[in-house]
């Protein structure tokens, strides 16, 4: 049977969650969820990247042992997912056995090869990225990403013959063994490979809170190459032969474009060495801003996905989040229109939709017969062609229109209205917009699935019965 293995970037560890993070969760919740539901077994892979400069420094600004401060801090990452109603499989920190084990496996692997050699770096790190940059990509002599001077970095290294596996990995991108979406940023990754790239180091060796390498363990990994090697700990590479097996290559790896270079370049590249398959799928979302302004400490914009669910509930953030641009594009989040769209959208048509059908049906007593008659089949044809392309803002979209459509419906038919004497056509109006709403709940599972359980709870059985109101008037 078709699996589905679905993965998350591992996140920072060195500040606290925020609603970037989010944003890519819920769309991995909600891919999972969907395919949950048509049946497949899935893996939903998400965690935390605990190692390296930049959350060692952290650590120390908090005054803190790096191990005291990654363990505090993805809790809350933990705790966020939990408050968001993000369903993973599995959770993996990098600063676990399991993946520090994988990972020396892995890099023995790769050294035994005669894929990795030594040299000396010298370089232009930046922290805030680790990552190196050369002169050329540097805006005014900064870090276009954080708009910092990079440390001059001068060290032993080992590094990975990238050269060797670029032509493999160009021409598996090329012809879609190894899918890049949207296709946009597929040419960009081309474009990438045609530029030209270099080889690579894998290792630190003054970064002291890290992975040793099992060949030389004076140095340890570099946090993006044992970061990437997440995907494959966390499924027993090197330790459950058969759960690994079971559940690799990923059948999408999912982020925004920021980090597509590690992911379709050097990680395809690393398992093509240590002859591992490659991912199917790499899907690279856009970044957004909030209110048109790029999220940043220093501006005071960053939105704690917490303080959503407090305000919102968690099905109504997940909703909001995902209906702000189309999934794939570069967008901006308007925070202050939130209200404004949970009133319309959630409040008044989806809510009020399920509360007078269900008073009404209660009212009067409606039998719901056993199976309701099948009903939007061609939208549900439609939102699952939109969610195998990625494409939440428009599933939503049609779910929706079914959702107008039922409103009106109600309208027109006006119920409430109909006497007594005409009791059968009142019931049969009503027994048709529940059919509707069932289907409407069922669709809507994926996205929000509290709302969709509690509107099922309230039309599955004979006699409904109205419950608490799903999304109250902000
Ligand atoms: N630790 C690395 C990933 C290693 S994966 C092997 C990392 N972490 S991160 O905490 O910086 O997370 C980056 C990811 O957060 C992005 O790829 C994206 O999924 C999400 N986003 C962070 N800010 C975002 C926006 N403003 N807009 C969209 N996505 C955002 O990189």
């Known amino acids: ?24 969760t819920i ?26 400069a930049k959350v060692a420094e952290s650590a120390k600004k908090a005054g803190q042992s790096p191990k005291e401060f990654v363990d505090e801090m993805s809790e809350l990452f933990i705790l966020a997912w ?73 060290e032993k290294n080992y590094f990975f013959k990238l050269s060797d596996y670029l032509a493999k990995v160009q021409a598996l991108i090329e012809r879609d063994e190894i899918m890049i979406r949207p296709v946009e940023r597929k040419k960009e990754v081309i474009g990438l490979f045609k530029q030209g790239l270099q080889d690579f180091s894998v290792s630190r060796e003054k970064v002291r809170w890290g992975i040793p390498l ?16 997440n995907y494959i700990s966390a499924i ?58 790029k999220m940043s400490k220093t501006v005071g914009n960053v939105i704690d996905p917490n303080a959503l669910v407090e305000t919102y509930g968690s099905d ?13 594009q570069d967008g901006d989040i308007k925070e202050n229109l939130f209200t404004e769209q949970y009133n319309a959208h959630l409040a008044n048509s989806l809510g009020n939709l399920v509360s007078r059908t269900a008073t009404l049906c209660e009212k009067h007593s409606v039998a719901m017969p056993a199976a309701a008659k099948e009903d939007g089949q061609d939208v549900k044809g439609r939102v699952k062609k939109h969610l195998e ?45 529940a059919g509707q709403i069932r289907t409407i709940a069922e669709l809507l599972d994926p996205f929000m699935p509290l709302a969709s359980r509690n509107i099922l709870e309230q039309f599955t059985g004979p006699n409904v019965k109205k419950g608490i109101s799903l999304f109250p008037r902000k």
């Not at 690994?244 to 980090?259: E, G, S």
């Not at 109504?316 to 794939?328: D, E, H, K, N, S």
Request: with cysteine; net charge negative.
């Open 1 to 24: 049977m078709k699996k589905f293995y679905i993965t998350t970037p591992i996140y920072y560890v060195n500040d606290r969650p925020h609603i970037g993070h989010a944003y890519t």
């Open 27 to 52: 769309a991995a919740d909600v891919l999972a969820r969907f395919h949950r539901q048509l049946g497949e077994p899935v893996f939903f892979l998400t965690g935390t990247d605990e190692h390296g």
């Open 82 to 154: 939990r408050n968001l109603n993000i369903q993973y499989d599995d959770f993996i920190r990098t600063t676990e056995e399991r993946h520090v084990e994988a990972v020396q496996i892995f890099m023995q692997k790769l050294f035994d090869c005669g894929a990795l050699y030594e040299g000396v770096y010298e370089g232009l790190y930046c922290v805030a990225c680790e990552r190196f940059y050369t002169e050329k990509e540097l805006v005014d002599g900064k870090c276009p990403d954080h708009l910092v001077k990079p440390k001059p970095i001068k």
């Open 214 to 229: 099992p060949f030389d363990p004076k140095h340890n990994c570099y946090v993006w190459v044992e970061a990437l090697q």
């Open 236 to 293: 027993g590479y090197g330790a459950d032969d058969k759960n690994y097996q079971n559940w690799w290559p990923a059948d999408i790896h999912l982020m925004a474009k920021d980090i597509i270079k590690f992911h379709a370049a050097y990680w395809p590249a690393m398992l093509l060495a240590a002859g591992e398959p490659v991912p199917k799928e790499i899907f690279a979302h856009g970044f957004f801003t909030i209110n048109k302004q």
């Open 316 to 328: 109504a953030t997940r909703y909001l989040l995902l209906t702000q641009f189309p999934f794939g």
């Open 389 to 433: 392309l990625l494409q939440f803002d428009g599933a939503l979209k049609e779910i929706f229109g079914l959702i107008y459509a039922a409103n009106k419906y109600l309208d027109e038919q006006a119920p409430w209205k109909i006497s007594d004497e005409e009791s059968r056509r009142r019931a049969d109006v009503l027994i048709q917009t």
